[in-house]
């Protein structure tokens, strides 16, 4: 049967607009399905969260400023919460969700050639012919690109309100004074501090503490959140915690004590059961797990022409970094032959102070010493002379080997996303390549780069020590010159 479309992408999503953006530019016929205001709504809670790191940071530099001016009651002052403009702070993240990626603008889509459509998706025909707004979209190929919304429950804390995301935050007139964050990835953990930075109350609830990370690494986030006086506290705690009352918004009004779940998630869209299952007598989708979209390694789902990027193919958040490189994979793989796989390892994961690159290997994430050809090189410092902070946040650098070639590194301190952005190229070659490299290239990257440096010269000082074939080859040398006689 003839098709319309090379290409339909449900989309809603920043990689979704990628991904129409890269099939055009390839000379595809695209059509983008968007259900309406889905994409300025993500990209708004971006922008909120941006806005609100940057005012944090402000507030330090005063409080660090007042600090050696003030003491007493006034100093006491200066560290409460700020006063800034909560309802202008929300129009200027809607204004920045609009106007700060022109890239990827509906503009930018249609002079692409890209043909787009605000609406929600209908129906999806196991013949790829895609039902909105009362048109027949016929392809060649789908790729779902619509994110995925967290689920209103997480852990045991069953009583709490039916609230996702930071939907709560977008539609409230003032700044609560006290939040609870449910989520135990990376994305809680930068909620959790833009708010307390600005003087919210915070408890992050999380039963498994970035489960995914290095266990040192854990250590050291979970050491600087508590510093900083955000309280860790698992589901079973805030069960028990029952004098906590929440109380949602209704028609705008202020939101007392909300809850975001930034937990498990499930996809935002609803595909037919034939996505999820290739069993054709498995016609009831409520019988099927629909909290992610199962893929192969090409991105396939269960149609061998229906293809899947982003965070619908996880249970949980996904970087954007991450969800943009599988766009790529799946647009090609969907408009030519699917061959081509996702390179994880070589993806930065990167959030505010904090950057990843490389595959985390098992003895990292549960925190025993590595065995056999792994090897692991750290190197920290307090970062006591910093006055952008009130309170001192160490710089740390974990170097993971195997067999001498470098698999991963992981960054904490200011920089680490720029830094990690100049390291993929280095995964899987040796680690003295790291030496020879130049990744001092910002000011604020500096730190950990000296870090990094520091690290990777400890990989040559362990060839060296009792017990390797080098320093027992040295010490048999000297030994047999110190017996000669001259």
Same mark, same amino acid.
């Given at each position: 049967m003839a098709a319309d479309y090379d290409l339909v992408i449900l989309g809603g999503t920043l990689e979704g607009r990628c991904a129409a953006l890269?099939?055009?530019?390839?000379?595809a016929r695209v059509a983008l399905v968007e259900p309406p205001s889905m994409f300025l709504r993500r990209q708004q809670a971006k922008y909120l969260l941006k806005g609100l790191q940057q005012l944090g940071e402000g507030k330090y530099r005063q409080a660090v400023g007042e600090w050696f001016e003030l003491s007493g009651e006034s100093r006491a002052r200066s560290n409460g919460a700020i006063n800034f403009d909560w309802p202008g702070l929300l129009r200027w993240s809607a204004i920045a969700a609009e106007t700060q990626q022109p890239e990827v603008s509906v503009d930018a889509l249609s002079v692409a050639g890209v043909d787009v459509v605000f609406a929600q998706p209908e129906h999806l025909a196991r013949q790829l012919v895609v039902i909105v707004a009362g048109r027949q979209l016929s392809t060649r190929s789908v790729l779902a690109a619509f994110g995925s919304v967290p689920l209103p429950v997480f852990g045991a804390y069953a009583s709490a309100p039916a609230l996702t995301g930071i939907e709560p935050l977008l539609n409230v007139e003032s700044l609560p004074k006290s939040i609870d964050v449910w989520g135990e990835s990376f994305e809680a953990v930068e909620w959790s501090q833009a708010l307390n930075a600005v003087g919210v109350s915070v408890s992050l609830v999380a039963d498994r503490f970035l489960p995914d990370?290095?266990?040192?690494?854990?250590?050291?986030?979970?050491?600087?959140?508590?510093?900083?006086?955000?309280?860790?506290?698992?589901?079973?705690?805030?069960?028990?915690n029952s004098d906590v009352q929440l109380k949602s918004s209704?028609?705008?009004?202020?939101?007392?004590? &909300?809850? $975001?779940? %930034?937990?498990?998630?499930? &996809?935002? $869209?609803? %595909?037919?059961?034939f996505a999820y299952s290739a069993n054709r007598r498995c016609a009831n989708a409520e019988a099927i797990d629909q909290t992610c979209l199962s893929t192969n390694q090409y991105l396939q789902?269960?149609?061998?022409?229906?293809?899947?990027?982003?965070?619908?193919?996880?249970?949980g958040f996904v970087e954007d970094s991450v969800a943009q490189s599988e766009a790529q994979t799946a647009v090609w793989n969907a408009l030519f032959v699917p061959n081509r796989k996702v390179l994880h390892h070589v993806v930065p994961h990167s959030h505010h102070r904090f950057a990843r690159v490389g595959l985390t290997p098992r003895f990292a994430k549960e925190g025993y010493t590595p065995t056999g050809d792994y090897s692991t090189m750290t190197a920290s410092t307090a970062n006591s002379a910093d006055l952008s902070q009130p309170l001192p946040l160490p710089e740390y650098c974990k170097l993971i080997c195997k067999k001498g070639r470098l698999q991963s590194v992981h960054l904490l301190g200011d920089g680490a996303a720029q830094l990690a952005e100049l390291i993929p190229g280095m995964i899987g070659k040796p680690i003295h390549q790291l030496l020879n490299s130049s990744t001092q290239t910002l000011p604020v990257t500096k730190g950990l780069a000296r870090l990094i440096h520091i690290a990777a010269s400890k990989s040559h000082q362990t060839q060296w020590q009792p017990g390797h074939w080098r320093r027992d080859w040295a010490e048999n040398w000297f030994n047999w010159r110190r017996s000669r006689k001259n």
């Open positions: 890269s099939a055009a530019n390839y000379g990370e290095d266990s040192e690494v854990r250590g050291w986030v979970r050491t600087q959140l508590r510093a900083t006086g955000i309280q860790l506290m698992c589901s079973a705690e805030m069960v028990a209704v028609g705008g009004a202020s939101l007392l004590h &909300p809850s $975001l779940m %930034l937990g498990p998630t499930k &996809p935002a $869209l609803t %595909l037919p059961a789902t269960a149609h061998r022409r229906i293809f899947a990027c982003g965070s619908v193919r996880h249970k």
